[in-house]
């Protein structure tokens, strides 16, 4: 169940979200969907094509952002790091950070020795290997088979490769150690792609730092949207106090 509205949400507050590999809106939308009225979303998908390294992708939110007075941003999976870039950057606007699902190093270290194997032609078997049991037991009308579906026909595996790479190679230790603003980091309960270990670091790195889990693996905020939601509702109504 949400939190219900109440008086001291007196005029809508903007959440920036930012996705994680795929780069669109897909994965947030039965978030979007449960979030209260006074929380204003905007979605601040990835091009498809060109450089996407942690700077360019900064400097796109930036320049979306640019009539946008303050917000909150949420950033998950692939895009926590932005979402800490993002409030070094406009401190003057960024009133809260959010972690989803993320981490501010390569969330299982062994894997950036291996960063030279994230090429096309990999990522695509292993794209391709998670998607094939959910569209062989999964029906078509399936909302995440369709999910899936769209991101795989909107997003080239070449594009998703790359955004790995840049990954692999992030440090973000020190702009959360140095992060101006109270964070709060939602986890799933059984992510087996970040592990709990990226969620002590994060407390480790920032004490006062919220955690909180809800049921679900990596896409625990997809899946379990109400829980994630509340979550969301809760810090920004106590930011907002």
Known sequence: MLLPDDARA?????LVLLPGLDGTDVFFRPLLAALPEWITPVVVQFPTAGANDYPDLLRLIRCALKNTSDCYVLGWSFAGPLALMLADAEPNKVRGVILASTFVRPPRRIFALFRWAAVTPTVWMIRAGKRLPVWLFRGSADRLRQDKTE????????????RIRTLLSVDARALLRDCPRRVLCIAGSHDGIVPHHNVEEIVRLQPSAAVRLIAGHHFAIYTNPNAAAAAITEYMRSQEE
Do not use: D, L, Q, S
């Not at 007196?10 to 903007?14: C, D, G, I, W």
């Not at 795989?152 to 070449?158: I, Q």
């Open 151 to 162: 991101t795989w026909t909107r997003v080239g595996t070449g594009m998703i490769a790359a």
């Open 10 to 14: 007196k005029k809508p507050v903007t």
